[in-house]
Structure formats: structure tokens, C-alpha cells
């Protein structure tokens, strides 16, 4: 009887046990069926976040049944499109068009379960709270991430701003270990985290160990007004320029009011600009004619390409002609002046080009001009400074404080130095000088020793691109003008090359050793004859062309990734710039070389990148044709022979 008793025991128990024990999947996927009461009395006992999400979605009427296979899906709108998530298993599933999704309709009766529930009707006001906002922005829902986004705006925490803009540049992240939410910035090959809720840097990490926080396209232009709210209430007049730009062509109406507040009480006259663009591209669709005409005066002066698109979709859509003369005017006026903006941003880039080129030529230039030599290898010379910088980079992450890291640079230049120009002496001592006299030969071992440097390094450091970072103090840029932002780096390297070039024209005028290269330059066998050491000057000159190849190589790892066929890119431009100049003629080489940048330059709009470098080989070839000694040839009695 004991046992009969306890039998019927465990299954009154086991009927008893509430819904909760039910399996969520299985509850969700009955909220599809044509009475879903059941599932969202149940649902509703369940504390597992994918059940009160499903519940939530289906408040909203965001919940719908695919029609592919029936699954119930939450639907989050982005643009005409529904971005779906899975409400069994909550996985981001593929974006689907509204036709392949059907809306999982309610009645009243389950409309009141929801209610009662505390889903979809009136709930408690919740106390605003940074941290937990913060938190938010990686809710599952995209509805709840905008929430946590409005709610971080109704702060006015300027703390909000760096932690959106992450957001919307995808820095933000959640850590694996603990959900912590950090913003992720480049470190070299890593990561420095900052903890989002407290902006405090909590060290470094890789990639692998986070998960990125989503938005979809909908939520980025909340983003974007949500940081130009924010920042239009900063002490900085910095921050308030910033978000009065990241308000053009994107302000709502309530943007819209408080940007007039804020001009109103502004005095920064650069921040009133800023603020009189953000209104006037939020009132050039007004219905009043006379503020879209004032609108579009205001926009005419601007150089920004986001007021040409609002021009050019106004001027489609406006129906006065009128106010259509004034957007066509406004339009040719920012049209024109963008494209005196793009040509000068061409010019900077041509001049940032030549600097390349300049750098990785002058050592070809001292070394083909002394010696003769086809140094085929003078690429690997430049891929050696660059490999230097990396090292050095990683010496200084391993072993200096990282308050110093910014100084490791300077260490490089020297360091890439002394690696480039100790391995152009071997090279000239080893091969070079048993093949003088004999080009072919040269050009050919000069070309196998390029291959051993190439697969040397990939041995070495392995075939995949190193990353080298820019110190702090070249990072970034300045805005010069609409549109046109010169970057720090670009910058220091122009300065960088002339340095160079004057430290070489120095070498060659102030010093003997220049006087003795010049010599040998002009007349080596009577060089020889007045007792000047003709092999000790070839070494030590080919040791200071490969030298400056390196410096070269440390520049330009400032500007891309380090690879083991970073010198090839370069060889074929920097004899180019050699012979076009004239051989041996550190004149002739600057010259080349800003002539080849900047024409280069400025034929790539135009023709495209490949068209435009055939038609600048094209023209040299002709040249030579005409000059074969380039356009400063060298004089003597050795040259005119």
C-alpha cells in the first residue's frame, strides 16, 4: 500500500509541476499556433531571457512565423527589410523582405495575458542608470538596445559619447570572460580595452576574447543624433563642433530645437557654423518657402559632400521653381568648390607619393651613380628598415614602459640605419665587387640575393603582414578644409624625406667622404690615380645608399603593413625616378620624384590607376628617347664619354 501510495504521489507531483518546467523552445514555438494563450501563460512563468524576449516581440508585434519553414522569428525593422532573429535559440539569423515573414496576430484575450503579465502595458519607471544602459546596448532586441540608447541621451552623462561612438564604429564589445562592456582600440595586433561603464582602461586583449555589439543601419542614425544631442551640451567647443556636424542632414525635429537653443547661447564662431549647417540641412525640405530658401543659402557655402547629396536630392524633389533655382545654384556653387578641393587634396597626395618615391630612390640614385650597379636587391634593402621598425616596435612593447612606447620610432630611424647599411656592405663586399664592370652579371646576382632576403624574412618572421603602429604623435590628422583632412603621418614623412635629402646633399658637399664619392663619380681611374681608395669609397657608399633604403623602409611601414615584398612595390618606380632624373643627380631624383608622384596623382581620377602608370611610362620612355642622361646629367670628362 506504501508504495501504491507513493506512486500515485509522484505523478500528482509530476502533473503539478508548473509550466516552467516545460521546454522554452517548444513553448515559443507554440506562440505560432492559432491559439497561443497557452504558450504565453506559460511563457510568462519562465525566467529565461529568450522567453520574456519572445513575449516582448510579440507585444510590439515583432514576432512573426516564417514562412519558409515555420519557425517564430523576432523581426526587428532595418530600412524596408526585417532583421531576424531566431526566438527559439536567439541566433541573428539573415535579413528577410517583409513578404517572407507573416505577423503572429493576437486577440484581446491574449492582448490582456500579456498585460497582466506586465508585458506591453504601463510598467514602472525605472531609475536611469549609466552602467545598466550601458549593459543594454547588448540586449538581444534591437528595440532594447534603442532603448538603452535613449536612455544614455536622457542622461546628458557626457561619458555617453565615447561609449556611442564606439558603437557605431563597432569598438564596442563584450568581454567573454565576464560580459564586461569595452571599447576595443588598435594596439598593434591586440586590442586596449576600456571598460565602457567607467572609462577606465582594464588592460589589453585580442579579438578572439570579445563579441561584438551589433546595430543595424535603423539604430546607427539614432547613434549618430543621440552623440550630437549629447555633444551639443559639452563644455568642449571641440566636442560641441563635432556633434553639430555629426547632426547634418540627419537632425530630427527635437535635434532640430535644441541645436537652435545651443546657437542661440553659442559664441565659439566655428561652432556656430557647424550648428547653422546642422539646421539649415534639417530645413531645406521645410514647408515654409522662405526657410528653404534660407536653408539653401546657408548650404551653398558649405564644402561638405553630405550638403551636396542633400542639394542634389532636393533639387529632385523640389516642386517651386523658385526655390529650384536657388538649389541649382547652391549645388554648382558646393560642386565647384569641392572640385577645386579635390585637386588640392590630389597636389597633397602627389607631394605624399613623390616623398615615398624620394626616399626609396636617393639611395638607388648615390649608388647607381657611383658604381654603376643594377642593384636589384635595393628593394630588399628598403624591406629590411621596415622589419626594423617592427622589431623594434615589439622590443618596446615587451621590455619599455608603456608611457616611452611613443619613442620607439625615433629608435627605428637609426636602428633601420645601421641594418639596411651593414647588409649593403656585406652585399658589396661579398658579391658585388668581383662583377664590377660586368652589368648583366650584377643585375642577375643582385636579383637572386632579392629572393634569399625575400625568403630569409618569411623564414623569419613568416609570410603573413606585420602591423606596425604609428605613435601617438602621428596618428590622426587635421582638417584643412571640407573634405580635404591631411593626416599626421603623411605629413612627418614629407618633412622626414627632406630632412634625409639635406642630410645626403650635406654628406656629398661638407664632407671629404662626399668629396672622394664625388670623385669616383666623375672620373674613377683618375680618382685612383690621386690616391683615392676607390673600393673602400664603393663600400662605404653603397653602404649609405642601402642605409637610406632602410630609413625609407622605416617610413613607410608608418603608412601600411610590413610584408616581405614590401620592396618590390617600389623597385620599379625608384629607377624610374633615377633615370628620369638623372643618374646620380640628387637634383634630378627630388625633382623625378615629385613629377612622377604628383602627375601620377593627378592622372588616377581621371584615367585610373593602372591607365595613368602606363602613360607615365609611356612619356619617360619617350624622354629618354630624347635625353637619354635624364634631366640633370652628370658632367666630366667620364660622363661625356
Not at 381 to 401: D, W
Request: proline share 3%; with cysteine; net charge neutral.
Amino acid at each position: 500500500m506504501s508504495c501504491l501510495r507513493l506512486a500515485i504521489l509522484l505523478i500528482v507531483a509530476f502533473w503539478s509541476v508548473p509550466a516552467a518546467a516545460q521546454d522554452v523552445s517548444e513553448l515559443i514555438r507554440q506562440l505560432g499556433e492559432s491559439d497561443p494563450k497557452p504558450a504565453i501563460e506559460a511563457l510568462a512563468k519562465q525566467d529565461d531571457p529568450k522567453a520574456k524576449a519572445a513575449l516582448e516581440a510579440l507585444a510590439k508585434g515583432l514576432l512573426f512565423r516564417r514562412l519558409e519553414d515555420g519557425a517564430v522569428v523576432i523581426g526587428d525593422p532595418d530600412g524596408k527589410m526585417f532583421a531576424i532573429t531566431n526566438a527559439e535559440t536567439g541566433d541573428v539569423e539573415d535579413m528577410l523582405e517583409p513578404d517572407k515573414i507573416e505577423v503572429i496576430a493576437l486577440d484581446a484575450a491574449a492582448k490582456g495575458l500579456l498585460e497582466q503579465a506586465g508585458i506591453g502595458g504601463a510598467k514602472a519607471a525605472v531609475p536611469l542608470d549609466f552602467a545598466g544602459a550601458v549593459k543594454g546596448l547588448n540586449a538581444d532586441s534591437f528595440d532594447t538596445k534603442r532603448t538603452a540608447i535613449d536612455q544614455l541621451t536622457a542622461l546628458g552623462d557626457g561619458r555617453a559619447i565615447p561609449v556611442l561612438q564606439a558603437l557605431a564604429d563597432g569598438r564596442l564589445f563584450s568581454r567573454k570572460s565576464d560580459g564586461l562592456i569595452v571599447i576595443g582600440d588598435p594596439d598593434g595586433n591586440r586590442l586596449r580595452l576600456t571598460d565602457a561603464s567607467t572609462l577606465k582602461v582594464v588592460g589589453i586583449g585580442d579579438a578572439g576574447d570579445l563579441d561584438p555589439v551589433f546595430i543595424n543601419n535603423n539604430l546607427r542614425n539614432v547613434v549618430s543624433e543621440a552623440v550630437g544631442k549629447l555633444g551639443l551640451l559639452s563644455p568642449d567647443a571641440g566636442q560641441r563642433r563635432r556633434a553639430a556636424d555629426a547632426l547634418i542632414g540627419n537632425a530630427t525635429p527635437d535635434a532640430v530645437g535644441l541645436l537652435r537653443k545651443a546657437f542661440a547661447e553659442e559664441r565659439n564662431g566655428d561652432v556656430r557654423s557647424a550648428m547653422a549647417l546642422a539646421i539649415a540641412s534639417a530645413e531645406v525640405a521645410a514647408e515654409d518657402k522662405g526657410a528653404r530658401l534660407a536653408a539653401v543659402d546657408v548650404l551653398a557655402g558649405s564644402t561638405d559632400l553630405r550638403v551636396r547629396s542633400l542639394l542634389q536630392a532636393r533639387l529632385a524633389a523640389e516642386t517651386d521653381p523658385n526655390v529650384r533655382a536657388a538649389v541649382q545654384i547652391a549645388f554648382d556653387s558646393v560642386q565647384r568648390k569641392l572640385q577645386v578641393i579635390g585637386w588640392a587634396a590630389n597636389l597633397f597626395q602627389g607631394i605624399s607619393l613623390g616623398s615615398v618615391l624620394l626616399l626609396a630612390a636617393i639611395g638607388l640614385a648615390i649608388t647607381f651613380g657611383v658604381m654603376g650597379v643594377i642593384n636589384m636587391a635595393h628593394g630588399e634593402m628598403i624591406m629590411l628598415g621596415a622589419y626594423t621598425t617592427y622589431v623594434t616596435q615589439e622590443v618596446f612593447r615587451a621590455f619599455i614602459p608603456q608611457a616611452y612606447f611613443d619613442l620607439y620610432l625615433l629608435c627605428a630611424v637609426p636602428a633601420g640605419f645601421a641594418v639596411a647599411a651593414l647588409a649593403g656592405i656585406a652585399l658589396e663586399r661579398g658579391v658585388i665587387r668581383f662583377l664590377y664592370g660586368r652589368a648583366l652579371e650584377t643585375l642577375l646576382a643582385t636579383w637572386g640575393i632579392s629572393l634569399i632576403l625575400q625568403q630569409l624574412v618569411r623564414t623569419v618572421f613568416g609570410a603573413p603582414n606585420k602591423e606596425v603602429s604609428n605613435p601617438s604623435w602621428m596618428t590622426g590628422g587635421f582638417d584643412l578644409v571640407g573634405g580635404f583632412t591631411v593626416t599626421w603621418n603623411r605629413l612627418v614623412i614629407i618633412l622626414f624625406c627632406f630632412l634625409v635629402l639635406g642630410a645626403i646633399a650635406l654628406i656629398l658637399r661638407r664632407t671629404s667622404f662626399g668629396l672622394h664619392m664625388r670623385a669616383v663619380t666623375q672620373n674613377r681611374d683618375m680618382a685612383a690615380a690621386m690616391g683615392i681608395p676607390t673600393a673602400r669609397i664603393d663600400a662605404m657608399t653603397f653602404g649609405l645608399g642601402s642605409g637610406v633604403a632602410g630609413m625609407a623602409g622605416v617610413a613607410l611601414s608608418q603608412i601600411g603593413n610590413v610584408s616581405p615584398n614590401l620592396g618590390q612595390i617600389y623597385i620599379v618606380d625608384s629607377f624610374l625616378v633615377v633615370v628620369f632624373g638623372g643618374v646620380g643627380s640628387l637634383a634630378g631624383t627630388l625633382v623625378g620624384a615629385m613629377s612622377l608622384g604628383i602627375v601620377n596623382k593627378l592622372l588616377e581620377p581621371v584615367a585610373g590607376a593602372v591607365l595613368g602608370k602606363v602613360a607615365i611610362l609611356v612619356a619617360i620612355i619617350l624622354f629618354i628617347q630624347r635625353r637619354p642622361r635624364g634631366l640633370f646629367a652628370l658632367k666630366g670628362r667620364a660622363a661625356d664619354a
